[in-house]
């Protein structure tokens, strides 16, 4: 089995862009799809980003997602950062029978 | 609306057993496989198990393997985690989510598992 590392947290300011990393262990990081999930307190994650750079609809195009074969790893992009968006996020992939999440990242706009 | 209700959860003795429910509704159970993500409180997310459309090929995290049983009843709508030799590091709150193009999608909200003595 492979894991996702991701930063522990990350903060920014209102209005500006922030990018949450997702490094894949083994296996290429194109081998198997991405997804990104968001954790508000009290709450269940619900999906930001699927098929690596796919958006639900609802989801505002302020998020979105890409992979990065040279370094193995997913990003998860936000721009115009909003207060509203201060939460937990997870990235998500899938090998062998088994789905993996990364640890996640706390997300602070402040 | 699609919408999934967990129930079962509550306090056990370690070495004890419980049986999580998963109701579904607002879309066609037997269409989607399933899986159970735990996550303990404040803490990241855990894949435990998952389930394809018709129930014969399930998945289990090497943690739970040999302990913990998934199964479905489609004409209920209900999907089903039986945990058995629980202990301590079996405390969570335990999601059921469809899979939906891959990813997880919606979640339920959740139910509590406690092992303690």
């Known amino acids: 089995n492979f894991m996702l590392t991701q930063p522990h947290s990350v903060s920014e300011s209102p209005g500006k862009t922030v990018t949450i990393s997702c490094t894949r262990s083994?296996?290429?990081?194109?081998?198997?799809?991405v997804q990104w999930y968001q954790q508000r307190p009290g709450s269940s994650p619900t999906t930001v980003i699927y098929?690596?750079?796919?958006?639900p609809s609802g989801v505002p195009d302020r998020f979105s997602g890409s992979i990065d074969s040279s370094s193995n790893s997913a990003s998860l992009t936000i721009s115009g950062l909003k207060t509203e968006d201060e939460a937990d996020y997870y990235c998500q992939s899938y090998d062998s029978s088994s789905w993996v999440f990364g640890g996640g990242t706390t997300l602070t706009v402040l | 609306e699609v919408q999934l209700v967990e129930s079962g959860g509550g306090v056990v003795r370690p070495g004890g057993s419980l049986r999580l429910s998963c109701a579904a509704s607002g879309f066609t159970f037997d269409d989607y496989g399933m899986s159970w993500v735990r996550q303990v409180p404040g803490k990241g997310l855990e894949w435990v198990s998952g389930i394809n459309w018709h129930g014969g090929d399930t998945d289990y995290a090497d943690s739970v393997k040999g302990r913990f049983t998934i199964s479905r009843h489609n004409a209920k709508n209900s999907l089903y985690l039986q945990m058995n030799s629980l202990t301590a590091a079996d405390t969570a709150l335990y999601y059921c989510?469809?899979?939906?193009?891959?990813?997880?999608?919606?979640w339920g909200q959740g139910t509590l598992v406690t092992v303690s003595s």
């Open positions: 989510a469809r899979v939906d193009s891959g990813r997880f999608d919606p």
């Open positions: 083994s296996g290429g990081i194109a081998s198997n799809y």
């Open positions: 098929e690596d750079n796919q958006r």
